[in-house]
């Protein structure tokens, strides 16, 4: 029996919220102390009127359901803890994943090490086979639904799009038999949202199966071990193209014995994907040769990530907060009045250099140089002179951007997601950039003030690019 503080139902005034963690189309994920256990947890607070709008109940609740079956059993998914709700919201307090998601640290290195793609791969099929034990599919796996813990494993989240196969079906699905009309993925297109690791059958709307995460697998291990991913486009609907055609590449220097894993997982027929036809555990995937070095019934601890040896980033809650979310702790929250958080511990700062101290030759090696970049697309072949996730914040939303600034001048931003261009902060002489702290800053033009927030805490950095950029265009004006 647990003891009774256990069992008594829980509220938001359990808990004291920190800073916003994550932003959903339908929920925002606060890390938050539970008053009574000092634990922290990442809470997600979903609209209900929202949800019901959009009608989206039914994957809220298959989402509570998907966590609820898979309990605290395996260790590679975030747990649920606990739910509750008010008039207005629905909480899931979950685990804390402490060192942020898989892409982040893609992004931060441009790929991962051979050891920790195999790593973290094989965590992920370790994953896999529970979760598909228990007749769940994912349905939208990707490096942002993987987070780190604190000791630097794996938690798969978000199971918003899970789909939970009954046990009669359980058989079929592994074959990819019965074709499923129930959840065409055009119907649940808005709420994945993620066209890169979709599979061809999901795009076909004939079938999903488990074998459409592992397709998902093969995107993953093709970015981890790269830093892109396979199929990227302009347009969703080109991305669709591509992958409808399996038209995907290999660079001369992509790691070979991922490559032939990719080129095994990458197969538009779901049933010849290597794993999907086996029976209990994924063993054709753990025999293959990529893995021969380890240990599957124990993995070890895992390799380093990077040689930084301090963190980048805690977050930490301040004591001083009292606990509950009301509406004016929901705006102090996102506004992130709670900075300047004195745990970011920063990265030493660049030379005191001017970001346009450059000389013509610099500029074209930095150009020719700058065509293997990912957002290079977005530039119109404008030098790229610094660039950095940012979260462009607007009323109570926030949406990480790339940003880019490059000579001409340009101030663009894109979505990494969807690999789209969302717009261009315009330039003028009267264009203004002010660092409030570390990590928050304003741009001010014209006709607009842009709420900026750097989770890295290179506000000021920015401010100055921006300031010695317009010096250099318009300094003879006043
Ligand atoms: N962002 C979304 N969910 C999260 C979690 N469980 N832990 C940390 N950050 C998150």
């Known amino acids: 029996m647990p003891p009774a503080e256990e069992v008594r139902k829980r509220s ?23 008053i009574h256990t000092n634990k922290e947890h ?16 039914e994957a809220i609740m298959r989402e509570k359901e998907v966590l609820r079956i898979l309990g605290n059993a395996c260790p590679y998914f975030v747990r649920l803890y606990w739910t509750f709700q008010d008039s207005d919201r629905l909480y899931f307090v979950l685990s804390y994943a402490k060192n942020g998601d898989v892409l982040s640290q893609i992004d931060k290195h441009t790929h991962l090490s051979i050891e920790c793609t195999r790593y973290y791969l094989a965590e992920l099929i370790l994953g896999l086979e529970y979760l598909h034990s228990k007749n769940i599919i994912h349905r939208d796996l990707k490096p942002e639904n993987l987070l780190f813990d604190e000791n630097w494993h794996i938690l798969i989240t978000d ?6 196969v009954s046990s009669e079906n359980g058989h079929e699905e592994r074959n990819n038999i019965r074709s499923e009309n ?18 061809p059958e999901m795009l076909a709307e004939t079938a999903s199966s488990f074998a459409s995460d592992l397709w998902a697998l093969g995107c993953i291990a093709y970015q981890m071990a790269y830093g892109q991913m396979p199929f990227t486009g302009g347009s969703e609907y080109i991305i669709f193209q591509k992958i409808l055609k399996l038209d ?24 010849n994907r290597l794993g999907a036809r086996d ?18 019934d124990d993995l070890g601890p895992p390799p380093k990530i990077s040689e930084d040896t301090v963190e980048d980033m805690v977050h930490e809650i301040p004591d001083d907060l009292e606990p509950g979310l009301d509406p004016e702790q929901v705006s102090r929250l996102h506004l992130s009045l709670l900075t300047p958080n004195p745990v970011v511990n920063r990265k030493k700062s660049p030379p005191n250099r001017k970001i346009t101290d450059l000389t013509d030759t610099e500029i074209q090696q930095r150009l020719e140089a700058q065509k293997t970049n ?7 072949d404008n030098l790229i002179l610094k660039q950095g996730f940012i979260d ?32 261009e902060i315009p330039w003028s002489s009267d264009i203004k950039a002010e660092a409030k702290n570390f990590k928050t800053f304003f741009i001010y033009t014209p006709n607009r003030k842009y709420y900026l927030e750097d989770p890295e805490g290179y506000a000021l950095e920015w401010c100055k690019a921006i300031e010695d950029l317009k010096n250099y265009y318009f300094s003879d004006e006043t």
């Open 374 to 380: 990912i957002y290079h697309s977005f530039v119109e």
């Open 159 to 164: 199971f918003g799009s899970a789909k939970i």
């Open 279 to 296: 029976e209990r555990c994924y063993s054709s995937l753990r025999q293959h040769s990529f893995f021969s070095v380890l240990n599957w």
């Open 392 to 423: 462009k914040k607007k009323g109570l939303f926030s949406r990480k951007r790339m940003f880019l600034l490059t000579l001409g001048p340009h101030l663009y931003y894109v979505d990494p997601v969807t690999m789209t261009l969302k717009g």
């Open 182 to 199: 129930k959840y065409p993925y055009r119907r649940r297109n808005s709420f994945v949202g993620t066209a890169q690791f979709v599979s």
């Open 42 to 57: 990442a809470i997600k607070v979903v609209e209900k009127a929202h949800v019901i709008r959009e009608k989206k109940t």
């Open 248 to 271: 995907y590449t290999f660079s001369e220097d992509f790691p070979r014995g991922v490559k032939d894993l990719v080129e095994q997982l990458l197969v538009l027929e779901p049933n």
């Open 12 to 34: 938001t005034s359990d808990y004291i919220f920190g800073k916003v963690l994550g932003e959903g189309s339908f929920s925002t994920v606060y890390l938050a102390k539970d």
